[in-house]
C-alpha cells in the first residue's frame, strides 16, 4: 500500500524555522520524484519545492533561497527546511511522488503541480 504522511507543521512565529517530514512506504523512492506544495485557505495549490532522484532541485520564486528539500533514500524519507517563515507561508503543506517513468522533469512536477501519489497534509502557521 503506497503512503506518504507528512509530519512536523505547527505554528511558529514570522522569522522562525520549521522541518518538515514526508514519510515514504510501498514504493520504491528511488524512482520516484518528491515534491513538496502547499494550499493556502481559499487558494489555489501551489508548488513549492521538488526533488528529482539525482538530487537536482527546483523552488518556486516565493521560497527560493528560504527553503530547502533533501531526501534520504534509505529512510524513505524527504524533508523541507523551511526558514525565515512569513506569514504568508501559512497553508496545508503536501507531499507527493512522481515515477520518472512517465517522463516528467522535476521542474513540470511542481510548476504542473503532478504527483501520483499524495499525502494528507500538515498544517503550517505563521503568525505572532
Known amino acids: 500500500q503506497v503512503q506518504l504522511v507528512e509530519s512536523g507543521g505547527g505554528l511558529v512565529q514570522p522569522g522562525g524555522s520549521l522541518r518538515l517530514s514526508c514519510a515514504t512506504s510501498?514504493?520504491?523512492?528511488?524512482?520516484?520524484?518528491i515534491g513538496w506544495f502547499r494550499q493556502a485557505p481559499g487558494k489555489e495549490r501551489e508548488g513549492g519545492s521538488c526533488?528529482?532522484?539525482?538530487?537536482?532541485?527546483y523552488y518556486l520564486d516565493s521560497v527560493k533561497g528560504r527553503f530547502t528539500i533533501s531526501r534520504d533514500n534509505a529512510k524513505k524519507t524527504v524533508y523541507l527546511q523551511m526558514n525565515s517563515l512569513k506569514p504568508e507561508d501559512t497553508a496545508v503543506y503536501y507531499c507527493?511522488?512522481?515515477?520518472?517513468?512517465?517522463?516528467?522533469?522535476?521542474?513540470?512536477?511542481?510548476?504542473?503541480?503532478?504527483?501520483?501519489?499524495w499525502g494528507q497534509g500538515t498544517q503550517v502557521t505563521v503568525s505572532s
Open positions: 510501498g514504493f520504491a523512492l528511488d524512482y520516484y520524484h
Open positions: 507527493a511522488s512522481r515515477s520518472i517513468f512517465l517522463g516528467t522533469t522535476v521542474r513540470d512536477m511542481c510548476a504542473r503541480k503532478v504527483g501520483d501519489y
Open positions: 526533488i528529482s532522484t539525482d538530487d537536482s532541485t
